[in-house]
């Protein structure tokens, strides 16, 4: 029997580790220090990853399965734990204006 998740649907949680793999160009992937919901939580190869409300990517064929990716739930942190100042820290560089 697997662990349970770490988290659940609805729950707010921070991105905390940069996923290191060639991004595939044809899906979004969360950004370094931000803010997401979970929309639903899902079992791949006996780990938890995580599908989000901010992000929706089109369903694509992996090695074992089709469907939409899923970020791995270790990656994330719940925003509850944070302490005050790193939140406010996260929120101010997460609404912070893009300039490229």
Known sequence: MSKPP?????????????ISAQPD?????PRLGSIYHVREVV??????????????NPRARYADAIGEAAFWEERFAPVELLPD????QLLEETLAPVTT
């Open 85 to 88: 100042e790193a939140l406010a």
């Open 43 to 56: 079992l791949i190869s006996g780990d938890y990853g995580l599908r989000l409300v901010e992000i929706k």
């Open 25 to 29: 160009p044809f899906e979004t992937y």
């Open 6 to 18: 770490k988290f659940h649907v609805g729950q707010a949680v921070v991105f905390v580790q940069a």
